[in-house]
C-alpha cells in the first residue's frame, strides 16, 4: 500500500509559477511510475505528466513546455514544476503511483493522492 501527499496548491497569478510536491510513503518508491493529473469543475479528470521508475518522462500538450515533472527517490518525492501558468491550468491537481518497471507512462494508475488546489487568476 502506498500513501501520496500533495503539497504546494494555491492562488497565482497568470504568468506566475508554482511546484507541487507529491510525498509517498513506502520503502519502493524507486520502482513505482509517477504521474500528474488535474481535474477542473464541471471537467473530467485529465493526464499532465509522468515520469517512469527510470525517469523518463511524459507530458500532455497542454503543459509541454511549461511544466516539468522530477523526482528525488531518496525523499520519496515527486514534483510538478509548473511555469507560465495560464487561468485554464487551474484544477485540483492529484499524484498517483503504480508500480512497474517500464519506459512507458502507464495507462492506469494504483494509487491516489487527495489532490492539491491550483488557482491561476488572470
Known amino acids: 500500500q502506498v500513501q501520496l501527499v500533495e503539497s504546494g496548491g494555491g492562488l497565482v497569478q497568470a504568468g506566475g509559477s508554482l511546484r507541487l510536491s507529491c510525498a509517498a510513503s513506502?520503502?519502493?518508491?524507486?520502482?513505482?511510475?509517477m504521474g500528474w493529473f488535474r481535474q477542473a469543475p464541471g471537467k473530467e479528470r485529465e493526464f499532465s505528466a509522468a515520469?517512469?521508475?527510470?525517469?523518463?518522462?511524459y507530458y500532455a500538450d497542454s503543459v509541454k513546455g511549461r511544466f516539468t515533472i522530477s523526482r528525488d527517490n531518496a525523499k520519496n518525492t515527486v514534483y510538478l514544476q509548473m511555469n507560465s501558468l495560464k487561468p485554464e491550468d487551474t484544477s485540483v491537481y492529484y499524484c498517483?503511483?503504480?508500480?512497474?518497471?517500464?519506459?512507458?507512462?502507464?495507462?492506469?494508475?494504483?494509487?491516489w493522492g487527495q489532490g492539491t488546489q491550483v488557482t491561476v487568476s488572470s
Open positions: 498517483a503511483a503504480r508500480r512497474v518497471y517500464s519506459d512507458y507512462a502507464p495507462a492506469e494508475y494504483d494509487y
Open positions: 513506502g520503502r519502493t518508491f524507486s520502482s513505482y511510475a
Open positions: 515520469i517512469t521508475w527510470s525517469g523518463s518522462t
